[in-house]
Protein backbone atom coordinates (compact mmCIF):
# COMPACT_ATOMS: atom_id res chain seq x y z
CA UNK A 1 0.00 0.00 0.00
CA UNK A 2 1.10 3.91 -0.58
CA UNK A 3 0.54 6.59 1.08
CA UNK A 4 1.59 10.50 0.57
CA UNK A 5 4.65 9.11 -1.37
CA UNK A 6 5.60 6.50 1.78
CA UNK A 7 4.91 2.52 1.10
CA UNK A 8 4.39 0.12 3.82
CA UNK A 9 4.23 -3.46 4.54
CA UNK A 10 2.67 -5.09 7.67
CA UNK A 11 3.90 -8.30 9.60
CA UNK A 12 1.65 -10.46 11.61
CA UNK A 13 1.14 -10.25 15.06
CA UNK A 14 2.66 -12.12 17.69
CA UNK A 15 1.39 -12.39 21.28
CA UNK A 16 3.17 -12.16 24.14
CA UNK A 17 0.74 -14.68 26.12
CA UNK A 18 0.40 -18.41 25.53
CA UNK A 19 -2.89 -18.48 23.46
CA UNK A 20 -2.59 -18.40 19.74
CA UNK A 21 -0.88 -16.14 17.71
CA UNK A 22 -1.50 -15.18 14.22
CA UNK A 23 3.11 -14.97 12.63
CA UNK A 24 4.13 -12.71 9.73
CA UNK A 25 4.99 -13.59 6.03
CA UNK A 26 8.12 -13.51 3.92
CA UNK A 27 7.83 -11.99 0.89
CA UNK A 28 4.84 -10.56 1.67
CA UNK A 29 3.19 -8.33 -0.44
CA UNK A 30 4.43 -10.83 -3.34
CA UNK A 31 4.02 -7.71 -6.00
CA UNK A 32 6.87 -5.92 -3.86
CA UNK A 33 8.92 -8.30 -2.38
CA UNK A 34 8.70 -11.37 -4.30
CA UNK A 35 11.49 -11.58 -6.91
CA UNK A 36 9.00 -14.46 -8.71
CA UNK A 37 6.19 -11.39 -8.95
CA UNK A 38 9.11 -8.64 -9.67
CA UNK A 39 12.78 -8.64 -10.67
CA UNK A 40 13.70 -5.49 -8.45
CA UNK A 41 12.44 -6.71 -5.05
CA UNK A 42 12.57 -4.74 -2.48
CA UNK A 43 14.43 -7.06 0.47
CA UNK A 44 15.06 -4.15 3.20
CA UNK A 45 11.57 -3.82 3.29
CA UNK A 46 10.31 -7.50 3.28
CA UNK A 47 9.55 -8.13 6.77
CA UNK A 48 9.99 -11.67 7.74
CA UNK A 49 8.84 -12.26 11.19
CA UNK A 50 8.23 -10.37 14.69
CA UNK A 51 8.76 -12.55 17.42
CA UNK A 52 8.12 -11.90 20.82
CA UNK A 53 8.59 -13.41 24.72
CA UNK A 54 8.72 -13.06 28.31
CA UNK A 55 11.54 -14.44 30.92
CA UNK A 56 13.97 -13.31 33.86
CA UNK A 57 11.73 -10.26 34.24
CA UNK A 58 12.27 -9.00 30.92
CA UNK A 59 10.51 -8.83 27.25
CA UNK A 60 12.68 -9.82 24.26
CA UNK A 61 11.71 -8.59 20.94
CA UNK A 62 13.19 -8.79 17.51
CA UNK A 63 11.58 -8.46 13.98
CA UNK A 64 13.39 -10.08 11.18
CA UNK A 65 13.37 -8.42 7.54
CA UNK A 66 15.54 -9.17 4.22
CA UNK A 67 15.22 -13.04 4.36
CA UNK A 68 15.89 -15.65 4.25
CA UNK A 69 19.62 -15.42 2.36
CA UNK A 70 22.63 -17.42 2.17
CA UNK A 71 24.99 -17.05 4.93
CA UNK A 72 27.07 -15.82 2.19
CA UNK A 73 25.00 -12.84 1.56
CA UNK A 74 25.48 -9.53 3.27
CA UNK A 75 23.30 -7.73 5.91
CA UNK A 76 20.19 -5.46 4.24
CA UNK A 77 20.61 -1.79 5.69
CA UNK A 78 19.16 0.98 4.05
CA UNK A 79 18.38 4.69 5.11
CA UNK A 80 15.37 5.35 3.16
CA UNK A 81 12.98 2.20 5.00
CA UNK A 82 11.52 3.05 8.35
CA UNK A 83 10.95 0.15 10.71
CA UNK A 84 7.95 0.60 13.35
CA UNK A 85 7.13 -2.46 16.22
CA UNK A 86 4.27 -0.82 17.10
CA UNK A 87 3.65 -2.60 20.80
CA UNK A 88 -0.07 -2.39 22.18
CA UNK A 89 -0.11 -2.63 26.25
CA UNK A 90 -3.78 -3.29 27.22
CA UNK A 91 -7.28 -4.35 25.38
CA UNK A 92 -8.52 -4.15 22.69
CA UNK A 93 -5.18 -4.77 21.79
CA UNK A 94 -5.07 -2.74 18.03
CA UNK A 95 -3.44 0.22 19.68
CA UNK A 96 0.02 1.20 20.06
CA UNK A 97 0.79 2.09 23.23
CA UNK A 98 4.39 2.24 22.47
CA UNK A 99 5.96 2.59 19.21
CA UNK A 100 9.94 1.64 18.57
CA UNK A 101 11.13 3.42 14.82
CA UNK A 102 14.55 2.07 13.87
CA UNK A 103 16.39 3.73 10.91
CA UNK A 104 19.72 3.10 9.33
CA UNK A 105 22.67 5.46 8.51
CA UNK A 106 25.37 4.80 5.97
CA UNK A 107 29.32 6.29 7.38
CA UNK A 108 31.88 7.39 5.23
CA UNK A 109 33.11 3.68 5.00
CA UNK A 110 31.73 1.24 2.10
CA UNK A 111 30.91 -1.02 5.49
CA UNK A 112 30.11 1.56 7.91
CA UNK A 113 26.34 1.68 9.40
CA UNK A 114 24.35 2.91 12.21
CA UNK A 115 21.25 2.76 13.69
CA UNK A 116 18.54 4.61 15.49
CA UNK A 117 15.85 3.70 17.70
CA UNK A 118 13.84 5.97 18.66
CA UNK A 119 10.76 5.04 20.65
CA UNK A 120 11.90 2.54 22.77
CA UNK A 121 9.59 1.88 26.11
CA UNK A 122 11.31 3.73 29.09
CA UNK A 123 14.78 5.23 27.27
CA UNK A 124 13.92 6.80 24.03
CA UNK A 125 16.40 6.93 22.04
CA UNK A 126 19.21 4.64 21.52
CA UNK A 127 21.93 4.76 18.81
CA UNK A 128 25.36 3.12 17.29
CA UNK A 129 27.24 0.90 15.00
CA UNK A 130 24.98 -2.15 13.28
CA UNK A 131 26.50 -5.59 14.68
CA UNK A 132 27.48 -4.11 18.30
CA UNK A 133 25.60 -4.56 21.52
CA UNK A 134 23.69 -1.48 22.24
CA UNK A 135 22.94 -0.85 26.04
CA UNK A 136 21.00 2.75 27.66
CA UNK A 137 19.75 1.89 31.53
CA UNK A 138 19.16 -1.36 31.42
CA UNK A 139 17.47 -1.91 27.91
CA UNK A 140 20.02 -3.60 25.11
CA UNK A 141 19.89 -3.32 21.61
CA UNK A 142 21.12 -4.83 18.32
CA UNK A 143 20.98 -4.63 14.65
CA UNK A 144 23.04 -6.92 12.19
CA UNK A 145 22.63 -10.67 10.98
CA UNK A 146 21.40 -13.51 12.33
CA UNK A 147 20.90 -17.26 11.68
CA UNK A 148 16.82 -17.25 10.73
CA UNK A 149 15.30 -18.54 13.55
CA UNK A 150 11.91 -19.51 11.58
CA UNK A 151 11.57 -23.55 12.13
CA UNK A 152 9.34 -24.88 9.43
CA UNK A 153 9.19 -28.01 6.74
CA UNK A 154 8.48 -26.65 3.31
CA UNK A 155 9.38 -29.87 1.19
CA UNK A 156 6.42 -31.37 4.24
CA UNK A 157 4.13 -28.72 3.65
CA UNK A 158 4.00 -28.94 -0.31
CA UNK A 159 4.05 -32.94 -0.31
CA UNK A 160 1.12 -32.78 2.96
CA UNK A 161 -1.00 -30.34 0.07
CA UNK A 162 -0.05 -32.81 -3.07
CA UNK A 163 -0.84 -35.88 -1.52
CA UNK A 164 -3.72 -35.01 1.51
CA UNK A 165 -1.86 -36.96 3.75
CA UNK A 166 0.31 -35.03 6.48
CA UNK A 167 4.21 -35.35 5.36
CA UNK A 168 5.40 -32.91 7.44
CA UNK A 169 8.63 -33.91 9.33
CA UNK A 170 10.37 -32.58 12.83
CA UNK A 171 13.91 -32.95 11.27
CA UNK A 172 13.71 -31.13 8.05
CA UNK A 173 14.06 -27.29 7.94
CA UNK A 174 13.32 -24.99 4.88
CA UNK A 175 15.02 -22.11 6.90
CA UNK A 176 18.24 -24.34 8.17
CA UNK A 177 21.75 -22.96 7.31
CA UNK A 178 20.14 -19.28 6.45
CA UNK A 179 20.06 -15.63 7.42
CA UNK A 180 17.90 -12.80 8.38
CA UNK A 181 18.84 -8.98 9.26
CA UNK A 182 17.30 -7.95 12.39
CA UNK A 183 16.70 -5.48 14.96
CA UNK A 184 16.54 -6.85 18.64
CA UNK A 185 15.31 -6.11 22.03
CA UNK A 186 15.80 -7.02 25.76
CA UNK A 187 13.44 -4.27 27.74
CA UNK A 188 12.89 -4.65 31.42
CA UNK A 189 9.16 -5.36 32.72
CA UNK A 190 8.81 -2.19 34.44
CA UNK A 191 9.44 -0.01 31.40
CA UNK A 192 6.11 -1.13 29.83
CA UNK A 193 4.22 0.70 32.70
CA UNK A 194 1.79 -2.32 33.48
CA UNK A 195 0.87 -6.00 32.93
CA UNK A 196 3.61 -7.42 30.09
CA UNK A 197 1.25 -10.46 30.06
CA UNK A 198 -1.33 -8.15 27.75
CA UNK A 199 1.21 -6.85 25.48
CA UNK A 200 0.89 -7.87 21.31
CA UNK A 201 3.11 -6.71 19.01
CA UNK A 202 3.15 -6.29 14.86
CA UNK A 203 5.82 -5.11 12.52
CA UNK A 204 5.54 -2.30 9.40
CA UNK A 205 8.01 -1.36 7.09
CA UNK A 206 7.93 2.12 5.04
CA UNK A 207 9.71 3.09 2.36
CA UNK A 208 10.08 6.70 1.91
CA UNK A 209 9.61 7.91 -1.77
CA UNK A 210 7.10 4.82 -2.71
CA UNK A 211 6.84 1.63 -4.08
CA UNK A 212 10.33 0.55 -6.68
Known amino acids: MAAGGV ?6 LVLVPSDGAESADHLDPPT ?7 TTPDVPADIAD ?3 WHSNGTVKIAMTFAGPVATTAPSY ?16 GT ?3 FTIKARFGKGAGANDWGVRFEG ?7 EGPVETNLEKDGVKARAGLFDEPFFFDLIGFRETRSFGQVRIRNNRNFFDGQNDTAVVFEIPDANFGGDVSQLEF ?8 GNL
Not at 7 to 12: D, E, T
Not at 32 to 38: E, S
Request: negative net charge; charged residues 20%.
Open 202 to 209: WGQTLRFG
Open 50 to 52: VFA
Open 77 to 92: YDRDVLYKIHISTKAP
Open 7 to 12: SAALAG
Open 120 to 126: VPGVGTI
Open 95 to 97: TDE
Open 32 to 38: RTDAGFD
